[in-house]
C-alpha cells in the first residue's frame, strides 16, 4: 500500500557515517533512505550574551537546503536575501530538541552549533537532521571530555526523532516525500532515549484527526526512536 | 498556588468585542485576562498564484505585537527591517490552524486574511489569536453568504486553542506569563468545536515530559476548547 | 458642504482615555472622530550615543498603522521588510515637536519613546498621535517626578497638532479622509499651549496656494489647537 | 553678523551650468555658494502602475549625497543597505514641488525622473536640488517639445526653493551649513515664479517661533525665490 | 619545500565522482585533495529577460560554502541576509567561465544554472568548482541530447581551471589553503581543453610580480589544466 | 577602423584636476575622454577591527555611478537596497590595487578611504578610479606628512590602470564603451609605475584568447600605463 511498498511500521534503512567533516570538532552524513543531511557540530568558546557569566553553556543549531537537494530547484535563500519561514522554524526546532538532552552546567560556559545541511532530500529532513545532529554533538562533546575541558558528560540521554502520519487513512512511521505529500495529517515526535517525550508536533493540514489516530501515531514513533537511538549510540562509539 | 489564584483547570477570564473596526469585513477585541488581541478579517479577490484558477479559496494569517505591548519595551520589527522567527512560526500556526476548519471549495476563490495584533500580553497570545481569529473569520464569512457571494457555509466548525503546561509539577491550564515563564512543558492545542484535533504542539525548553503528562494536557484542554467555542459562537451570532 | 456635515471652523468629536495599558509608564488612546491612535511612552535609562555622557534626556518616536486599519488592507510593513517614506516621515515629526516642549536638562540623561499606533484611521492621523502622545508623554513624566527621579517639571508646554486645509474652495479645519483626499492644499500646524509655532507643514499636491489662503488656514489651526490642549490638560489631570 | 560675512536678506552667489552631461535629457549644476549639486532629467515611456492608461504624466525625483560631499565622510547608502529617512523625506519633497509646476494631461503618459545628487554640500541642499532639479526638468521638456513629442508646454511657471531662518535671533536668508547648525528656526520655502506657494516647511529644534518671526521669513523667502527664478530662465534659455 | 611535500608542479590528488544526486541533471563531487565541492546542473526551460526569444541558451552558476566547511566556522550568508562580496565574484566567474565553452545558439533558448557547493575547503574551491561545474553541465547536457532536445552538441571543449601563485619565491601549481594564505601572488587560470584561455586572474595582495614571473605561472597552469581535462572526459565518459 | 577614429595604441585625452572637493584630505576629477570619476581621499584614525593595534595602515575603497552617468537611467543602488555584484567587484579591485603601493607600516595605524564616483561613463571606470584614486590618496598622503603625522613616504610607486581588448580582431588600447560592448577579449591591467605587475584580470565574454594575444595585450597596457603615471606625478605635484 505505501508507494515505497514499506509495511505500516517499517522505518527506511538508516546509516550515518562519521567523521566527514576535516574541521569540525563532530560531523556525520545520516541518510534515511533518499533524504541524506550533512551535519557538523562547532565549539566554541563564547555564549550568546543572555547567558554570559551564567556559568552555562548553549546549544544551537543552523539548517539548510542546498538549492537542488530538491525535485525542483529551490531559490538559494542566501541570494534571496532571507531564510524562509519554513527555514526558521525546523533551525529552532532542532536547537530546542537537543538543548532537551543536555546538562548545561556541566557543559560549561560554551557554545556548540549544529549545522544540519540537507544535501539531498526525500521527506523527514527535520527528523534525520535532530537524530544526525546528536551524533555530531556527542562527538563534539567527546572531544572536550577527552581535552579535560568537560568533566562529566553533559549528554543525559541521545535525543532522536522520527515522523509519523496518517496516510491513505492509515498510521505509517517515517513518510517519504510521496507519502508526505499526500498525507492529510502529519506529526514529528522527539524523544530521548530513555522514553521522555521532549516535543511533539502534530499538524493537519486542511484535515483534522482523533485522539485514537493521535495514539496509534505515538504508538508507531516509539517504536522508531528506539530503532534509531540503537543506530546513534553505535555510530558514536 | 498559582500566581493569580486560579484553580489548575481555571481559564482566566475571556471576553469577546465584535465589529470594533469600521473598515474590515469582520472584527473584534478578544481579551484572555490581560492579554488582548485586536482580530480582523479583510476579503480580497485575489488569491496566492499557487491556487489561481483552481476555484478553491484561501485562508491566511499575520501576527504583529505593538512594542509596548510586553513588560519591557521590543523593537518594532518594521524598524528592525524583519520578522522574528517567532513572529513567522506563529503566523504560519494561526493560518493552518483556521484553515483546518474551513471548506475551501465552499468558499470560492477569494482569500481571507485574518490579522492578529497584539495591543497587550500576559501571556497566551497566540492561542488568543486563534481563538479571536476565528470570530473575525465568522462574521466575515457571514458578510459573503448575507451578500449572496458564497452560498453554502464553508466554515465546518468553529476552531480554538488554548494553553496548557506543566508549572511547579502540576498539569494546569491557560498559563499567563508569570506561569509560562517558569514552566519546563508548554503546549498549544487547537482544537475544533466537533471534538476533532488540529494541531498539537508541545514543547520542553530545558527539561521533558511523560507519556502520562500529555494526556494529563490533553485533557484540560479539551474543557478549556469547549469553554471557547461556547463564547465564540455567542460573540458571532 | 463638508461631507460630514461639520461647520467650517469646527473640529471632530475628541477623547482621550487615559491608563489603557498596563506595561507602559504612560498611554492613551485618542479618538479624533474616526481616526483612533494608541499612544504609549516608554521610559528607558539609556540615550543615543550623541548625547552619552551629556546629562541631556531625549524623547524620540515611532509611528505604525495597523494592516487594517486603512479602508482597504495594507501590506505589514514588517512583512515589507522596510518602513515606507510615509511613515518615516512622521515619526521624525513627531518626535521632532514633542521635543520643542520638553527641556531636555530638566529630563536628565534618559529616553522616553512615544509609540504611535493607528487603530483605525480616518485622516489626521499624525497630528492625532502628537497629541495624545504628548499626553502619554506627560502621564510617563508624572511617574518620574512622583519617583524623585525628575525634579523641576521638564514638559514647558503641552504640544497638539491639527490639520487644516482648502477644501472645495474653502478653508476648513481638521480634515477627514474624504475631505483629505479631494484637498489641493494640506497642511499640519503644530504648537504649544502658549502660542508659540513649533512646526507648519503646509503642502500642495498638484496645486498651489496664496499667502491670504495661508493665513487663513493658520488662523483656524491656532483654534483649534486651544481646544485640544484643553483636553489634553483635563485628560492627563 | 553672519559668518559668511553676508547681509540678513543677501543669497549666495549662484550658478547653473547646464548641458553637463552627455546623456541624460537636461542637466546642470547649480551652485549656491560651496553647495554643489548635480540635476540630471531622465524621460521614460512607461509611468507608475497608479496612473497607467490614465494619459496623465509623471514627475519623480531621488536624492543622493557623495560620501565625501560632506566635512567627514558619511556611509554610503548603497553600502549601508538603506536610504536614511533623511533622504526619503527629501526625495519626496523635491518630486512634489516640482509637480505642482507641470500639466500632467500636456506632459502626456510619460515620466520623467530628476536626479539630484550633492557633490559638495555647505548647507540648502534641498532646496539647490529643487532649484536646479527644475532646471534640468525644462530642459528635458524643450527637448519633448522640440521633437514634437508634446504639443503644448506642460510646465506651468517655474519652481524654485530657498531657505530662511533665525539666526542669532534675526531672521536670515538662504543659511549655509555654519548657521544652518546653529539655527533654532529653520524653514524651506518652495514657491512658483507667479508668485504662488507650493510647500512651507518652518521647524525648530528644540524652540519655537511666533507667527511675527514666521511673517518675517516668509517675507524673505519671497524676494530670493524671485532673484533664483530669474538664473533659472536665464539658463535654461 | 611545500607544506604538503609536493613538487612545484604537482597537482593534488583529483577525483570527480558523478551522479550523486538523485533530482539534478548533472551532479558530481569534485575533490582536489580536501578541497571537497558538490556541483549540480539543472536545466530549466525559462530564459532570463534580456534573452527571452532570441532563441539563445544560457548557463549561470550559483556558489555556496557550508558554514563548517572552513577551520573555523563561517556565518551562513542566508542568516547574514547577504552574499559577500567574494561569494558574488566567485559565481559571476563560474558563469562567465562555463559560457565560454558553450555554443548558446546550439544548446537553444533554455537555462542550466550549476551550483557549486563546499562540503570542505581547502583552498581552490573557485577552481574546483569550475571543473567540476563543467562535468555536471556536461552530464545535463547529454541528457537533453539523449532526448532529442538538442541537436547538435553546444558544447565546444572542456573548461577546466587551476590556481598558481608565487609561494616562498618559487612558481607552485595548484595551491592548497596553507600555501594560499602565504602566498605574495595568486592567479587563476581558466582555460579550455583545446588550449585556448578563457580568463586569467592574476593578483597581488600587499605585493607585485614581474612579467617573468607571471609567464612561468602561465606555464605551470597549462600543464595543470591539461591534466584536469583528461579527468573530466574519463568522469564524463 | 576604431570607432572614435584613435590609432590600435592611442589612448583618450586624460585630464586630471585637483583639489576639487573643499572638504576631503584628497581629491581630482579625472577624465579619459568622455568617462569622468570623482575622486576623494578620507583619512581616519580608525582601522578595520582585524588590524587594530597591529600598527599597519590600511587603504580601501568604494565605488558608485550616479543613476544617469550612463546612456539610460540606471536603478539608483541606495533605493535597490544593495550595492550589484559588479560594484562589488569594482570596489575591492580598486582598494586592493591600491593596497600594493603602499607600505602599511609607514602609513602607521590609520585608514584611508578612496571613494571613486562616477560622474559621467563612457568605458573604463574601473581603470579610471584606479589612476585617479592614487592621485587623491597621494594628495591625502602628502598632507598627512606636511603635519608630521607620517614620517616616511609610504607611497611606493605610483598604481595606475588601463584595459586593453580585441576589437574587430585587433588588440587596441583603452576601450571606450562603443568597444567594450562588441569586443570579445576585454582586459584589465594595474601596474606601478617601476614597471611591476599588480593585477591581470583578463576575461573572454563568449569568446576567448590565446596566447600571443595576452602578449600584444600586455605590451599596450604597459606602455599606456607608463603615460598614465607621467600624468599622475604631473597632477599631484
Known amino acids: 500500500m505505501r508507494p515505497s511498498g514499506r509495511k505500516l511500521s517499517e522505518m527506511r534503512a ?57 525535485t525542483s530547484r529551490m531559490r538559494r535563500e542566501s541570494a534571496a536575501g532571507k531564510q524562509q519561514g519554513r527555514t526558521v522554524e525546523i533551525q529552532r526546532l532542532i536547537g530546542r530538541s537537543l538543548r532537551a538532552g543536555v546538562d548545561r552546567v556541566a557543559l560549561g560556559e560554551r557554545q556548540i552549533t549544529v549545522d544540519c545541511d540537507v544535501i539531498q532530500a526525500d521527506g523527514g529532513t527535520r527528523c534525520a537532521s535532530i537524530t544526525g545532529g546528536w551524533v555530531a554533538l556527542r562527538l563534539a562533546v567527546n572531544k572536550l571530555m577527552k581535552a579535560g575541558d568537560v568533566k562529566s558528560d553533559p549528554l543525559i540521554s541521545p535525543v532522536a526523532a522520527v515522523s509519523c502520519g496518517i496516510y491513505a487513512g492509515q498510521a505509517v512511521l517515517d513518510l517519504d516525500y510521496p507519502e508526505d505529500s499526500e498525507a492529510g495529517v502529519d506529526g514529528n515526535f522527539i524523544m530521548r532515549g530513555d522514553g521522555q517525550l521532549i516535543e511533539i508536533q502534530m499538524s493537519a493540514e486542511g484535515s483534522t484527526f482523533s485522539r485514537t489516530q493521535m495514539t496509534e501515531l505515538l504508538d508507531l514513533a516509539d517504536a522508531g526512536v528506539q530503532e534509531l537511538v540503537a543506530l546513534q549510540l553505535k555510530a558514536a562509539e
Chains 1, 2, 3, 4, 5, 6 share one sequence.
Open 14 to 70: 538508516v546509516s550515518i557515517e562519521t567523521g566527514i567533516s576535516k574541521h569540525a570538532e563532530g560531523s556525520c552524513m545520516i541518510r534515511m533512505g533518499d533524504t541524506h543531511v550533512l551535519c557538523t557540530a562547532t565549539i566554541e568558546d563564547r555564549v550568546p550574551p543572555f547567558i554570559k557569566g551564567s556559568g552555562l553553556g548553549w546549544v544551537t543549531a543552523e539548517y539548510g537546503m542546498l538549492p537542488r537537494s530538491t
